[in-house]
Nanobody, 127 residues
Framework: QVQLVESGGGLVQAGGSLRLSCVASGGTFNMYIMGWFRQAPGKERAFVAAIRWSGGSTEYADSVKGRFTISKDNDKNMVYLQMNSLKPEDTAVYYC????????????????????WGQGTQVTVSS
């Protein structure tokens, strides 16, 4: 059973930066993809970024391309989300997610791919 714990959220002014961290424990040797999602008030949870545990290829939502960077440290079982040039519309609860497999036809931006989820960390961007 994989456990995920996020940290690094907080309050920041527009244009500022934050780095979110996610530590994974238990069964990480089976990890295939790690992702970040976010849920703003009154909205559905949405894909932000994903990284393959082996190889490190990444994908991003269009809304964060060029501003956010996902990275990992396999030795520490950590995944990071560096968020720069933050905007008020980035305000949300950010969730770390992990997947041990992806089936034919599935895409890394789909929630159904991810079997494990963290509890979330709040990011608030003031204008």
């Amino acid at each position: 059973q994989v456990q995920l714990v996020e940290s690094g959220g907080g309050l920041v002014q527009a244009g500022g930066s934050l780095r979110l961290s996610c530590v994974a424990s238990g069964g990480t040797f089976n990890m295939y993809i790690m992702g970040w999602f976010r849920q703003a008030p009154g909205k559905e949870r949405a894909f932000v970024a994903a990284i393959r545990w082996s190889g490190g290829s990444t994908e991003y939502a269009d809304s964060v391309k060029g501003r956010f960077t996902i990275s990992k440290d396999n030795d520490k079982n950590m995944v990071y989300l560096q968020m720069n040039s933050l905007k008020p519309e980035d305000t949300a609860v950010y969730y770390c997610a992990a997947s041990t497999r992806i089936r034919l036809g599935e895409r890394v931006y789909e929630e159904r791919v991810y079997e494990y989820w963290g509890q979330g960390t709040q990011v608030t961007v003031s204008s």
